[in-house]
């Protein structure tokens, strides 16, 4: 019922900065949680970020005070604003939502990459 796109994935060079969107359509009055979880090569998938409707934000220690989330719902659409990236936060970005139901919903990724 809910379909996300990611996109704003490209290569940067340590110490930039990259903001990436996800765009939610279907049934996007159902969503309540929308996030941002990311996988690098050989490791398992960690929480980056987590947004709910009424302005609960969540954030990994290891990108506190450098990543920031937010959340359009008239445009059903969430950012991950990502300043001072490190080459550790090289991985494939994914969206996800949770809709009130319990349903869990995922994009297909976007590839982020910082060059040292």
């Known amino acids: 019922q809910v379909q996300l796109v990611e996109s704003g994935g490209d290569i940067v060079q340590a110490g930039g900065s990259l903001r990436l969107s996800c765009v939610a359509s279907?049934?996007?009055?159902?969503?309540?949680?929308m996030g941002w979880h990311r996988q690098a090569p050989g490791k398992q998938r960690e929480l980056v970020a987590s947004?709910?409707?009424?302005?609960?934000?969540n954030y990994a220690d290891s990108v506190k005070g450098r990543f920031t989330i937010s959340r359009d719902n008239a445009k059903n659409t969430v950012y991950l604003q990502m300043n001072s990236l490190k080459p550790e936060d090289t991985a494939v970005y994914y969206c996800?939502?949770?809709?009130?139901?319990?349903?869990?919903?995922w994009g297909q990724g976007t590839q982020v990459t910082v060059s040292s």
């Open positions: 279907g049934s996007t009055v159902s969503i309540n949680n």
């Open positions: 996800n939502a949770v809709t009130s139901w319990g349903k869990v919903f």
């Open positions: 947004n709910i409707r009424t302005g609960f934000t």
